[in-house]
């Protein structure tokens, strides 16, 4: 099982781009599809996008789509989560999480769809 470790959060203002790192360590990391969901206070955790286990495959929540992007690099065991334009409901603790299955398009991802977690890096958007 791979464990995961998010990274690159802070306070930035509204318009302003911000990376996320998810490092991962473990055995045969490109065989895990790796997704993105985040967390604001008093909401339920909500994905923002996944990518699949060559990179080849991308998709996203109809409310970052056209601002973020996901990539990895699976010699590095890492993935990427490119933000911007970012607003202020953009703030929340963002997880990424590991899982084996990739599902269709338009697929409603939930948790329980990924089987490790990391610890989560909090996103703050002021404006």
């Known amino acids: 099982q791979v464990e995961l470790v998010e990274s690159g959060g802070r306070l930035v203002q509204a318009g302003d781009s911000l990376r996320l790192s998810c490092a991962a360590s473990?055995?045969?990391?490109?065989?895990?599809?790796i997704a993105w969901f985040r967390q604001a206070p008093g909401k339920e955790r909500e994905f923002v996008g996944v990518?699949?286990?060559?990179?080849?495959?991308?998709d996203y929540s109809d409310s970052v789509k056209g601002r973020f992007t996901i990539s990895r690099d699976n010699m590095e065991n890492t993935v990427s989560l490119q933000m911007n334009f970012l607003k202020p409901e953009d703030t929340a603790v963002y997880y990424c999480?590991?899982?084996?299955?990739?599902?269709?398009?338009?697929?409603?991802?939930?948790?329980?769809?990924?089987?490790?977690w990391g610890q989560g890096t909090q996103v703050t958007v002021s404006s």
């Open positions: 999480a590991a899982g084996r299955r990739w599902f269709m398009y338009g697929h409603p991802w939930r948790p329980s769809d990924l089987l490790s």
């Open positions: 990518i699949n286990w060559d990179g080849a495959m991308t």
């Open positions: 473990g055995r045969a990391f490109g065989t895990y599809v």
